[in-house]
């Protein structure tokens, strides 16, 4: 494997510019880790590769909003956590119909069960159900809801103040660790 030189501030400045080798750097150096995050949640390389695309392509449309400060690698794996989550939650709701049942994604694992993922499945179920129903429907809407809708459409839709919707997700983030044990 080869070392991609440059700091994400370089490869940054460079792809805000159209340089075509910041942007083969960019591949490089994260294209590995946008296609394990899906992977590891157990979906297929073609879900993968549908996740990947997304991300870079979010990445593509999103640069100017980057700064040069950014951290590019954490970025790309939020954007491909969300979208993979997102890809999770649609499957489910097509093959179960409901939303509120979680667990029931398990039928994207290959009908199997494979311990660790269904795991990490049942605690995010046991988590959101330990919430309260405010910021349970928060964090679905803002994770799991697969028109990926923006804070005004979440605000609207919640009937909250679009000023409050980050606060308050951080706020039930941080409910839903102490209710699962992890401070």
């Given amino acids: 494997m080869?070392?991609?030189?440059?700091?994400?501030?370089?490869?940054?400045?460079?792809c805000k510019e159209?340089?075509?080798r910041s942007w083969q750097r960019v591949l490089d150096r994260y294209e590995r880790l946008v296609f394990s995050i899906p992977r590891s949640y157990g979906l297929s390389r073609a879900d993968a590769a549908d996740v990947s695309q997304i991300t870079f392509t979010i990445l593509i449309q999103s640069l100017d909003t980057l700064t040069e400060?950014?951290?590019l690698g954490g970025w790309l794996a939020t954007v491909a956590r969300r979208h993979t989550w997102r890809l999770?939650?649609?499957?489910r709701r097509e093959s179960t119909g409901r939303e509120e049942d979680l667990a029931a994604s398990a039928a994207l694992l290959g009908?199997?069960?494979p311990s660790d993922r269904w795991e990490i499945i049942d605690w995010m179920e046991q988590g959101l159900s330990k919430v309260g129903d405010p910021c349970r429907k928060l964090l679905i809407a803002l994770y799991f809801d697969e028109r990926q809708p923006s804070y005004v459409e979440v605000a609207e839709r919640l009937d909250m103040p679009v000023g409050s919707i980050g606060p308050t997700r951080?706020?039930?983030?941080?409910?839903?660790?102490r209710a699962l044990g992890e401070r």
Avoid: F, Y
Wanted: overall charge positive; aromatic content about 0%; proline content about 0%.
């Fill in 2 to 14: 080869a070392v991609v030189r440059g700091t994400d501030r370089d490869l940054i400045l460079g």
């Fill in 88 to 91: 999770m939650e649609r499957s």
């Fill in 18 to 20: 159209g340089r075509a």
């Fill in 170 to 177: 951080a706020r039930c983030l941080q409910r839903m660790r």
């Fill in 69 to 71: 400060d950014s951290n």
């Fill in 111 to 113: 009908g199997e069960k």
